[in-house]
């Protein structure tokens, strides 16, 4: 029987085996399901950019920005653990489907601990919440290990890894004190990103390119919608009187135009060809945390500008320059890391970085946000300028 009619026309079944995927079938895209599932991240994202927000508008910057990451490591983790589980084992039975309600309540849960996890370091609820999707996720890598026999070592090593670092998680929240939780990220993030490494190398899992490609760019769509949101919040500060100035017009302008300009950017060029095989995949998979962190910063930063020109923020302009362009920086840098090749023209090939440059000097500016967004606007013309010349 095949797994593809399970997960459109044809009849559900209670449980079947959780065999490998064709990784070359034709038309699989995301599933209603896995739509669903990337709900839950939104909820999780937004608290976690409204924390970087408050953080860096009452002025905590160096301590706001290590809680950010530390936060949002956790939650693309969560959704980078299903995500390419699901690529190559998503049979859509309902033992399947009730183990993914699970891994949503507990990134429920995850969510739930976020303004504690973000303002105290306490990852109490965080790790409850990884505990239950984790506790899903090993029960479904066992279901490979008895179906999937050529990758049964795979699917068990997965099974002991994602069980392993999970016991160092509890380990932590039991006996670490809040402010000691930077100790076990940096022994047990590295750990977590070394499992995949270590198990497929047994037998490597059948993912499906396309799928994967479609999946990253569904998630960066809900960390722009984040971007959107703050610039709908600057608009609606205009039209609730707040008082329409120059400079809360330029931040309206330059938001919608570095929103506009990142989604652009990395929908101007497909991602299916970057990752044909592991290797390839892991370079694009990992490298997709600062991309999805920063332009999920760049709603809470654009937010905080909006905060300063009402004399709500403690950050004076420059400061705040600089939490609009390094986010944008890192997001053109990471883009260029994937996409650039060595047969590239040299326009293609230099322009990012020559960007990189002119967004961080543009926060020097009088206004900010809106020079960053106008040299989003400069780099695409030289982009698309290009493709035109077939440069």
């Not at 990337?38 to 409204?50: C, G, N, Q, S």
């Not at 002991?160 to 932590?172: D, E, N, P, R, S």
């Not at 990253?216 to 722009?224: N, Q």
Request: proline fraction near 5%.
């Amino acid at each position: 029987m095949s797994q593809q009619s399970l997960t459109g026309t044809g009849r559900l079944r209670l449980a079947v085996p959780m065999t490998a995927r064709d990784p070359h079938d034709e038309h699989r895209a995301a599933t209603p399901l896995e739509l669903f599932f990337d709900l839950v991240f939104v909820v999780a994202i937004a608290r976690a950019a409204e924390r970087l927000h408050h953080g860096l508008a009452e002025g905590a910057v160096a301590a706001s920005v290590v809680s950010y990451a530390l936060v949002f490591f956790a939650i693309w983790w969560a959704w980078m653990n299903f995500t390419w589980f699901a690529s190559a084992y998503d049979t859509d039975d309902v033992t399947y489907r009730i183990f993914v309600f699970v891994t949503m309540t507990g990134a429920l849960i995850l969510a739930a601990g976020i303004p504690r996890a973000f303002d105290e370091r306490d990852f109490g609820m965080a790790t409850l919440g990884y505990v239950v999707m984790r506790v899903a996720l090993v029960t479904q890598w066992l279901r490979v290990a008895r179906a999937d026999t050529p990758r049964r070592r795979t699917a068990y090593r997965f099974a002991l890894g994602v069980t392993l670092c999970q016991i160092g998680w509890v380990t932590a929240a039991l006996v670490l004190a809040p402010d000691r939780w930077l100790v076990p990220f940096v022994i047990l993030g590295p750990a977590e990103l070394l499992v995949p490494v270590w198990a497929e190398r047994a037998s490597p899992t059948t993912w499906h390119p396309d799928h994967i490609s479609e999946r990253y760019g569904l998630f960066t769509i809900i960390v722009i919608g984040e971007s959107v949101l703050a610039a709908s919040l600057a608009i609606q500060s205009v039209t609730n009187g707040g008082g329409v100035t120059s400079e809360l017009i330029a931040i309206i302008v330059g938001g919608l135009l570095i929103v506009f300009s990142m989604w652009w950017l990395y929908f101007d060029h497909p991602g299916v060809h970057l990752i044909s095989s592991n290797r390839t995949a892991y370079v694009w998979g990992y490298g997709h945390l600062p991309i999805f962190a920063s332009v999920a910063a760049v709603g809470a930063v654009l937010a905080v500008a909006v905060d300063g020109t009402t004399g709500h923020g403690e950050l004076d302009r420059t400061a705040t320059g600089l939490a609009v362009a390094v986010p944008v920086a890192v997001y053109l840098l990471m883009m260029w890391v994937l996409h650039s090749r060595r047969g590239d023209a040299p326009v293609r090939r230099w322009s990012v970085p020559v960007a990189v440059v002119l967004v961080l000097g543009a926060a020097l500016s009088p206004l900010p946000v809106l020079f960053v967004g106008l040299v989003l606007v400069a780099l695409l013309m030289v982009k698309v300028g290009a493709r035109l010349r077939g440069a």
